[in-house]
């Protein structure tokens, strides 16, 4: 069965300090995608990032970067030199790919607080 | 124009009313979904349609009734709700659906509070 745990429930660090988010999951598929999505106040996911189970490559985006790591099961997201607009529930997620129903399995989320 | 609208924002219904949560995406996206975020809970999936049928049914409550009149509008129909269904109904849409590779875009959600 999937299952996506981020142990982190809330993380409150001061603006520009580095900081990363959890995230380990679960799957039998040999197959899989990985998401990370933000949710600001406005309620709004937004999509970050996508990351296919063949691609163990480390992804950087700006001051975004992620790592993935088969051997453990994780795939973490860290944040360089945060900002107060990256404060937000930060969401994992898990697809197999071949579930014909859709499915997206979420994480209960990580709610990040930067201080001014 | 955000890609996903969800109206209204917010909705405070009893729980003999009868209500609808509309959804409209314009992406060109060929399947849609409900999703529903409850505190400290983490996202349920309700209702997938691909293709404008419906693919699954997550062990909704049938007081929760969808509809997807055409690949670009989602209704969720509301009828006798129960106070624990108060929360934020969130709407997405994903490219290519049943390979499981397509990210969703979302709505902003709608605000639900049933007194």
């Known amino acids: 069965a999937q299952k996506v745990t981020q142990a982190q429930t809330e993380i409150s660090v001061v603006e520009k300090e580095d900081v990363t988010l959890d995230c380990v999951y679960e799957?039998?598929?040999?197959?899989?995608?990985l998401f990370w999505y933000k949710q600001p106040p406005s309620g709004e996911l937004v999509f970050l990032i996508r990351r296919n189970s063949f691609d163990e490559q480390n992804e950087i985006s700006g001051r975004y970067s992620w790592n993935f790591q088969k051997s453990t099961s994780s795939f973490n997201f860290t944040i360089t030199a945060s900002q107060v607009v990256d404060s937000a529930v930060y969401f994992c997620a898990l697809s197999e790919a071949l579930n014909r129903d859709d499915k997206i399995i979420f994480g209960k989320g990580t709610r990040l607080h930067i201080l001014p | 124009e955000t890609g996903v609208t969800q109206t209204p924002r917010h909705l405070v219904m009893g729980m003999t009313n009868k209500k609808s949560l509309k959804c409209e995406q314009h992406l060109g996206h060929n399947a849609m979904y409900w999703y529903k975020q409850s505190a400290k809970k983490p996202l349920e999936l309700m209702f997938v349609y691909s293709l404008e049928e419906r693919v699954e049914n997550n062990s909704v409550p049938s007081r929760f009734s969808p509809e997807c009149p055409n690949s670009s509008h989602l209704f969720l129909h509301l009828h006798t709700l129960q106070p624990e269904d108060s929360a934020l109904y969130l709407c997405?849409?994903?490219?290519?659906?049943?390979?499981?590779?397509?990210?969703?875009?979302f709505g902003n959600g709608t605000r639900l509070t049933v007194t």
């Open positions: 997405a849409s994903s490219q290519d659906p049943g390979q499981g590779r397509s990210p969703l875009h």
């Open positions: 799957t039998r598929d040999t197959t899989y995608y």
